[in-house]
């Protein structure tokens, strides 16, 4: 019987809602569970009107707020909205770390950085970020182990850009042109991660890399959501720089945010996305999620 609260932290929302996931997952298996919120808001109310969940707010970039969570655990979620003080905040959990009695800190970071080394300059800030921290956590001795999803379902090229045209047109307007990508769900990474949280045996330095069931390009992606909506879908290859302009332009991103997920589009026309591996059915014991369940979870493109 888990007698020590995991800690969660994004629990109030973030990264494809990740954070949440892990929470209620663990909530279901009866495992206490500490909450780290940034904003003592209505989601924070929501939790703590759940039994066995114990909210602290605070910020992860400020030492005294991570130790005071991470008191009388041994095990912690970290993870983080794309932020440009997502180095600082790792760098604060791992420091952390060595005043606990943490044996195990689940991180979540992102695939793209299997393809990197100290000297890459083609990625996102945020993908540079990734990896120092990745590094950081190594190095501190923390009982880490990575998750690395490749793109999320819920990303916004696919939540909000894909389902703009589709609702418009019925195309997916993306600059991929012939590249296969293998998004994952995040309902999948965050039973993965809530499995790692829940196994006793769990061994530090590992990484997983989470992907969908297999890569493929945009004309079939558009294919699989005509067949789940009944009605016809098609993929148009837009100019990069176009599609800039017309189509991410459109969301009013916080420019690291921009900065990006234009980053992503553009290296998925790259095909540095062409990534799949069997991580997700190894570790849950079923195939990953398909776009199928991504059009269930977004009534809008049912309507």
Known sequence: MQVHPVLVTG?????????????????????????????????????????????????????????????????????????????????????????????????????????????????????????????????????????????????????????????????????????????????????VIAHLLLDPAMPTGRVYELTGARSRDMTTIAAEFSSALGRPVTYVDVPYEEWLEHDLGRLDLPPHVFEHIATMARLHGENRYDRATNDVAELLGRPPLGFDSFIRNTPVLRS
Not at 35 to 62: K, P, Q, Y
Not at 140 to 148: C, F, I, K, L, T
Not at 160 to 184: E, H, K, Q, Y
């Open 11 to 191: 629990a109030g929302g973030g990264v494809g809602g990740v954070g949440r996931m892990v929470l209620d997952r663990l909530h279901a298996e009866g495992v206490p569970v500490r909450a780290l919120v940034h904003h003592d808001d209505e989601r924070a109310s929501a939790l703590r009107a759940m039994t066995g969940v114990d909210v602290v707010v605070g910020d992860l970039t400020r030492g005294a707020e991570v130790v005071k969570a991470l008191a009388g655990c041994r095990r912690a979620y970290f993870g983080m909205s794309v932020s440009p003080a997502y180095l600082e905040a790792a760098t604060t959990v791992a420091a952390a770390t060595r005043e606990s009695d943490l044996d195990l800190l689940v991180s979540i970071s992102q695939m793209t950085v299997s393809q990197m080394d100290l000297t890459s300059d083609t990625e996102s800030r945020q993908q540079r970020l990734h990896w120092l921290a990745e590094h950081v956590l190594d190095w501190s001795g923390a009982p880490v182990v990575h998750v690395r999803p490749t793109v999320f379902m819920e990303n916004p090229l696919f939540s909000r850009v894909a389902v703009a045209s589709i609702l418009r047109d019925g195309t997916i307007r993306l600059p991929f042109g012939s590249a296969r990508t293998s998004p994952v769900a995040a309902a999948d990474v965050a039973e």
